[in-house]
């Protein structure tokens, strides 16, 4: 929970007013070779692999918990036709049981992404800062650059208002 602000409400939440740095022309630093930027980029193409699998582990995580939660309605049917001796087994065995031991998918997840989802991210930020001032995507920039048609409507470099 948030401290208090000075009149005693809990402190607002503002959202941050990013710069759009995603519309500006991503171009490698001076000096950059072809084979940084390369490597920069499949560490940044590995990251978006580690992303669809966590899409698929949070997927896990509420299918999972989807599937527990009609467990229980199936508990309830069976007790509601007379069928109790059923419903406690489902209950007692089923019910509200680990997915792994000791753990429920939160805790898969949560793991997950202390360990080894932030661990990833961090040091693909770190290859950007160190390698390109900070520049994400320089390698799908320039790759964009090699296959639009310039001077083509929907090719262009960045939106009109980006300048």
């Not at 607002?12 to 022309?25: K, M, V």
């Not at 072809?34 to 509420?62: I, P, S």
């Not at 989807?66 to 069976?78: M, N």
């Not at 059923?86 to 429920?104: P, Y």
């Amino acid at each position: 929970m948030s401290a208090p602000d000075e009149t005693g409400e809990p402190a607002r939440w503002n959202p941050t007013d990013p710069e759009p740095s995603w519309l500006t022309a991503d171009r490698r630093p001076e000096g950059v070779d072809d084979a940084t930027v390369e490597a920069v980029g499949k560490l940044g193409e590995a990251m978006e692999w580690v992303e669809r699998a966590r899409g698929r582990l949070y997927d896990f995580h509420q299918m999972m918990g989807h599937a527990d939660l009609l467990a229980g309605e199936a508990a309830e049917l069976l007790r509601a036709c007379g069928q109790d001796g059923l419903a406690d087994d489902v209950e007692e065995h089923l019910v509200g049981r680990n997915v792994l031991e000791g753990r429920w998918t939160f805790q898969i997840v949560e793991e997950f992404d202390a360990t080894y989802h932030a661990t990833f991210r961090d040091g693909l930020r770190h290859l950007e800062d160190e390698l390109l001032d900070g520049r994400p995507h320089v390698f799908e920039s320039e790759m964009k650059e090699d296959r639009r048609t310039r001077g083509r409507r929907h090719h262009e470099q960045r939106p009109p208002e980006a300048g």
